[in-house]
């Protein structure tokens, strides 16, 4: 803490509560755990993906997880690895990363909410559209790795390659 920190006392509200309400006025499947956790799961272009969502009272800390459906073999994940740390600084808000567990490439963040008494519907849904966003993004440079034995970086390319035009 820096010499500036003060303690500020308030009612803290919980913004799983509102992510609740955004996920059910999706109609998204969902299963609230806990007080402090909340999972989801949500259809995306290239796959489903696996909401997770963690409340800290104590830090006033909202984490955030979003599970591609796509499991990295053993024999790809140094290449999978590589391709994170060249998605990575793509990225403005989060970051990728392979889950050790299940080996599945999960895309995270974390918001702080001290002194803010919650977080915002705006904010919640800003977070659930830029990991979802990414997520779709960069699917096909884990595909292309995995399963396409495409080098890190020939994927990342033809997964960021932009069409023009119509055909």
Known sequence: MTALATETKYASTNPLDV???????????HERMSDEELV???GGQWCDYRLHLAWSNDLSALHFSC????RVPQARQAAVHEAVGMINPKIWVGHFEVAQDD??????HTLLL?????????????LLDVAIAECERFYPTFQFVI???KKPEEALQAALLETVGEA
């Not at 803010?116 to 800003?126: C, F, M």
């Open 19 to 29: 992510m609740e309400e955004i996920v059910t006025a999706n109609e998204w499947a």
């Open 40 to 42: 989801a799961g949500i």
């Open 67 to 70: 599970a591609l459906d796509i």
């Open 103 to 108: 080996r599945m490439p999960i895309f995270r």
């Open 114 to 126: 001290r002194g803010a008494n919650g977080a915002t519907v705006e904010q919640l849904e800003d």
């Open 147 to 149: 399963w396409g034995g």
